[in-house]
């Protein structure tokens, strides 16, 4: 029988390919025939990658460095049929510590690099007709978490940049959506966790009527996006959190 994903021969761009969400898109988008692009700071981890995936391509790259991103562009010798933004970083600072700073360095990985990238992806027309770009925004692009507010901004660009470039790029049949996860349990989680109390993470788990998401319940979704089975749904932000943000 058919599988109802197929990437057969399909090449996709994914960002935080070393850990998580981005890690676990890689082996999906593996699993279903397609062949990645994995960018990530960690040489390690992107070399057991390419042991472990019959086609993996991993490119070492710190997304903070957005002036040197043709180093990373010129890195990119396959026509690519999608690009999943995975990388993210988060640090919790209320807003009496507000730091310039930490504002252009979670700006930079979140949300500028993609946009430089696809920028110029296109320019050289790197990216296929028919392609799906997704970026990995958050719940916390609309919902307000104390402490969150340079992190939750970064996300909630993503999701009005989902719009404008599904719009712009339509005519070239690239759709362009946002998936925005609730709490899954990753590196990343640890960072935020490190900051709050037992109690407050036991109060916060407990308004996920299905609990704590892992990275497998997002790349799901991911591959579907990828996939030609979406090839109606463009401009969209898929919140998917286990109901947090639709309960109460
Ligand atoms: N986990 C959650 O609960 C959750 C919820 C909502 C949204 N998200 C979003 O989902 C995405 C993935 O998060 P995750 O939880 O999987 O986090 P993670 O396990 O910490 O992974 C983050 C990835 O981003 C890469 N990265 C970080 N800084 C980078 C830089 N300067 N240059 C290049 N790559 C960089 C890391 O690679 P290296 O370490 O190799 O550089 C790593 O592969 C993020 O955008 C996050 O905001 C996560």
Same mark, same amino acid.
């Given at each position: 029988? *058919?599988?109802?994903?197929? #990437?057969?021969?399909?090449?996709? #761009?994914?960002?935080?390919?070393? $850990?998580?969400?981005?890690?676990?898109?890689?082996?999906?988008?593996?699993?279903?025939?397609?062949?990645?692009?994995?960018?990530?700071? =960690?040489?390690?981890?992107? =070399?057991?990658?390419?042991?472990?995936?019959?086609?993996?391509?991993?490119?070492?790259?710190?997304?903070?460095?957005? !002036?040197?991103? !043709?180093?990373?562009?010129?890195?990119?010798?396959?026509?690519? !049929?999608?690009?999943?933004?995975?990388? @993210?970083?988060?640090?919790?600072? +209320?807003?009496?510590?507000? =730091?310039?700073?930490?504002?252009?360095?979670?700006?930079?990985?979140?949300?500028?690099?993609?946009?430089?990238?696809?920028?110029?992806?296109?320019?050289?027309?790197?990216?296929?007709?028919?392609?799906? %770009?997704?970026?990995?925004?958050?719940?916390?692009?609309?919902?307000?978490?104390?402490?969150?507010?340079?992190?939750?901004? &970064?996300? /909630? /660009?993503?999701?009005?940049? &989902?719009?404008?470039?599904?719009? *712009?790029?339509? $005519?070239?049949?690239?759709?362009?959506?946002?998936?925005?996860?609730?709490?899954? *349990?990753?590196?990343? &989680?640890?960072?935020? *966790?490190?900051?709050?109390?037992?109690?407050? %993470?036991?109060?916060?788990?407990?308004?996920?009527?299905?609990?704590?998401?892992? +990275?497998?319940?997002?790349? =799901?979704?991911?591959?579907? #996006?990828? $996939?030609?089975?979406?090839?109606?749904?463009?401009?969209?932000?898929?919140?998917?959190?286990? @109901?947090?943000?639709?309960?109460?």
């Amino acid at each position: 029988m *058919e599988n109802f994903i197929n #990437l057969n021969g399909k090449v996709f #761009l994914v960002t935080g390919a070393t $850990s998580g969400i981005g890690l676990e898109t890689c082996l999906q988008i593996s699993k279903y025939g397609g062949i990645v692009i994995g960018v990530g700071r =960690n040489t390690e981890k992107l =070399n057991a990658l390419s042991n472990q995936l019959p086609s993996f391509v991993g490119i070492n790259y710190d997304l903070i460095n957005i !002036d040197g991103l !043709d180093k990373l562009i010129s890195k990119i010798d396959h026509q690519l !049929d999608g690009i999943v933004h995975c990388a @993210g970083i988060v640090q919790l600072l +209320p807003i009496k510590f507000f =730091n310039i700073e930490v504002l252009n360095k979670i700006r930079k990985v979140n949300y500028d690099s993609i946009l430089v990238i696809i920028s110029k992806l296109l320019k050289i027309k790197k990216i296929n007709k028919d392609a799906s %770009i997704i970026f990995i925004s958050s719940i916390a692009s609309e919902m307000g978490m104390k402490g969150n507010s340079i992190y939750s901004s &970064t996300k /909630a /660009a993503l999701n009005s940049t &989902t719009k404008v470039l599904a719009s *712009e790029l339509a $005519s070239q049949r690239i759709r362009v959506n946002s998936i925005a996860p609730g709490q899954v *349990e990753t590196k990343l &989680t640890v960072e935020i *966790e490190s900051k709050v109390s037992l109690e407050a %993470i036991l109060i916060d788990k407990k308004k996920y009527p299905l609990g704590y998401g892992i +990275p497998e319940d997002v790349a =799901n979704l991911s591959v579907f #996006l990828l $996939s030609s089975k979406s090839r109606w749904i463009t401009g969209a932000v898929l919140n998917i959190d286990g @109901g947090r943000s639709s309960t109460f």
